[in-house]
């Protein structure tokens, strides 16, 4: 479930790691608009940060930028109904 905190920070949900013990989530929460770019990897994919980290993610790159498009949709409706209007934060190219 991505994670709208403020206008300019929604967070999705990527898988980092495999679950370690029983309950264990295994997913970070990425800042959208920090997201540079998702790229394909042998084992998995990796996330570029605007910062320049790169975090090995545990889903595949068509995964990762379903979640990705799943947080952006769910960060446009939520703030639309909040702030009573269209709302649209800036197009976004995650570098596929």
Do not use: C
Request: glycine share 8%.
């Amino acid at each position: 479930m991505p994670l709208p905190l403020t206008l300019r920070a929604t967070f999705a949900p990527l898988k980092v790691h495999m679950p370690l013990v029983r309950g264990d989530a295994a997913y970070g929460y990425f800042r959208i608009q920090a997201i540079q770019k998702i790229e394909a990897k042998e084992r998995g994919s990796t996330v570029l940060l605007v910062n320049g980290v790169e975090v090995p993610l545990n889903l595949t790159q068509t995964t990762a930028l379903a979640h990705t498009a799943r947080a952006l949709l769910f960060e446009r409706a939520f703030w639309s109904w909040r702030v009573g209007e269209n709302y649209a934060y800036g197009g976004r190219n995650l570098g596929v």
